[in-house]
Nanobody, 110 residues
Framework: QVQLVESGGGLVQPGGSLILSCAASGFFPMRWYRQAPGKERELVASISDIGGSTSYADSVKGRFTISRDDAKNTVYLQMTRLKVEDTAMYYC???????WGQGTPVTVSW
């Protein structure tokens, strides 16, 4: 069973930055999703296992960067120039086994 543990969420002012981490129990392609209150879950970014190719939602392109440290089986989501509309619960996902982490909250507010 694949286990995912997220960390790094918190409260940040608009324009600020946060780095989310997702520790996995193996080596897999990985995704970050987010879900804001009253909205559907949205795919934010993904990274492949081989080659590390990445893709992003248009809403975060140029501001967020997904990366991985394979020695640590950890995936990161570096978020910069955060906006109020980035406020959501962020989830790590391993799509091969459809594994999900518990989520980490990000609040962007004054």
């Amino acid at each position: 069973q694949v286990q995912l543990v997220e960390s790094g969420g918190g409260l940040v002012q608009p324009g600020g930055s946060l780095i989310l981490s997702c520790a996995a129990s193996g080596f897999f392609p990985m995704r970050w999703y987010r879900q804001a209150p009253g909205k559907e879950r949205e795919l934010v970014a993904s990274i492949s296992d081989i080659g590390g190719s990445t893709s992003y939602a248009d809403s975060v392109k140029g501001r967020f960067t997904i990366s991985r440290d394979d020695a640590k089986n950890t995936v990161y989501l570096q978020m910069t120039r955060l906006k109020v509309e980035d406020t959501a619960m962020y989830y790590c996902n391993e799509p091969v086994h459809n594994a999900w982490g518990q989520g980490t909250p990000v609040t962007v507010s004054w």
